[in-house]
């Protein structure tokens, strides 16, 4: 089967150059080394993943999907290494993608691939909906936010820890914070980081709605950063909010 694919991809290599999904908006470029197949599927994929996007508006700047062949390529290109678990990284016009061909077990394909970039895609629609190509790094938004959105907004829930599963770590260890502790606890506990980073922002939509939400990003868009643009656009400071969050988190 290995040889088979290995074989197929020698004669096909992926398409030179960046294929356009949608002209101005989003466009695909596979690295070499990608099976054309893994290329078609990204495509494909990436096609059915755009519709997501409507909800916060339109892209400032067309998204690049980078297909890298292998795990290490892509921890080589975001300088991230140790983060085996990791299959893609978005940043304001660009996503760096491990072809799904090389993830070993992957199921439905399409389907969890658009989810995925569902998820990626919602990280480059909010940078660019907080701040400019220069500043976007700036707005010191924290990982409960950037992940609870993405995974909301991709409907991951499915992939999330249940909250019935959230409550007793949380309780027997009052210290654990995956809030205030996100970026240091997401390396060695990704689920237990994006679970309560899910189910935060769920109840984020439910306490402010999604307009909301998008208050938060204009506010940091007018030049605030996450802390204070959360505070002004919803009343509340984000340590108060996650601190009430944490509390029900708790509850089993
Ligand atoms: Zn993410």
Do not use: N
């Amino acid at each position: 089967m290995l040889a088979l694919s290995l074989a197929a991809c020698a004669h096909a290599p992926p398409p030179r150059g960046s294929i356009e999904v949608a002209p101005g908006v989003l466009l695909v470029r596979c690295e070499d080394g990608v099976c054309a197949r893994d290329c078609a599927e990204v495509e494909e994929a990436a096609r059915r993943a755009l519709p997501a996007l409507r909800r916060w508006g339109s892209l400032a700047a067309a998204v690049e999907i980078e297909v890298l062949p292998t795990h290490e390529a892509l921890e080589e290109a975001i300088r991230r290494p140790g983060w085996s678990w990791l299959r893609a990284w978005a940043r304001y016009d660009d996503v760096f993608l491990q072809a799904p061909g090389s993830w070993g077990t992957f199921q439905g394909r399409i389907a969890s691939l658009s989810t995925l970039l569902s998820h990626e895609l919602t990280h480059c629609a909010m940078f660019q909906a907080a701040a400019g190509p220069a500043d976007w790094t700036s707005r010191r938004i924290p990982l409960w936010f950037r992940e609870g959105m993405a995974s909301w907004a991709a409907g991951q829930e499915r992939r999330r820890l249940p909250r019935s599963q959230l409550a007793p770590p949380l309780a027997q260890d009052t210290s654990l914070d995956p809030f205030a502790d996100g970026e240091a606890l997401s390396r060695s506990d990704p689920g237990l980081v994006y679970s309560a980073a899910h189910w935060a922002f769920v109840d984020l939509v439910a306490r402010f709605g999604e307009a909301g939400v998008r208050r938060v990003l204009a506010a940091m868009k007018s030049g605030l950063d996450f802390p204070a643009a959360f505070g002004a656009a919803l009343g509340i400071s984000p340590a108060d909010f996650t601190e009430d969050e944490l509390r029900r988190l708790r509850r089993p």
